[in-house]
């Protein structure tokens, strides 16, 4: 099992980036495939969740309307689209399966990537 995060950067506030998550080593479509990020100091947060199968999808508060996650179930990759990029959205971001037919909390999530750095300057 595999989950590849890329797309991070720097960027000012305001600006926008996507970020990418390849999966491979699993039946995607059994899966939930999280976003989550972390700062030091702090606990890894979750942010956007999506089931693969039927497209369910959830947004922690502080990124609804700005953040949208979606799917492309061909290529077993899920993205990150994060707009009206602030600084307190400075963090590692890091994608994360869960073999589940809906979104659950964090420690659900068996499989991880990396994480891929992401820095919104003011």
């Known amino acids: 099992v595999q989950l590849v995060e890329s797309g991070g950067g720097l960027v000012q506030a305001g600006g926008s980036l996507r970020l990418s998550c390849a999966t491979s080593g699993f039946t995607f479509d059994d899966y939930a495939i999280g976003w989550f990020r972390q700062v030091p100091g702090k606990e890894r947060e979750g942010v956007s969740c999506?089931?693969?199968?039927?497209?369910?999808?959830y947004y922690t508060d502080s990124v609804k309307g700005r953040f949208t996650i979606s799917s492309d179930n061909a290529k077993n990759t899920v993205y990150l689209q994060m707009n009206s990029l602030k600084p307190e959205d400075t963090a590692v971001y890091y994608c994360a399966g869960d073999r589940a037919p809906r979104c659950r909390s964090r420690t659900y999530f068996d499989y991880w990537g990396q994480g891929t750095r992401v820095t919104v300057s003011s």
């Open positions: 999506i089931t693969t199968r039927n497209r369910s999808t």
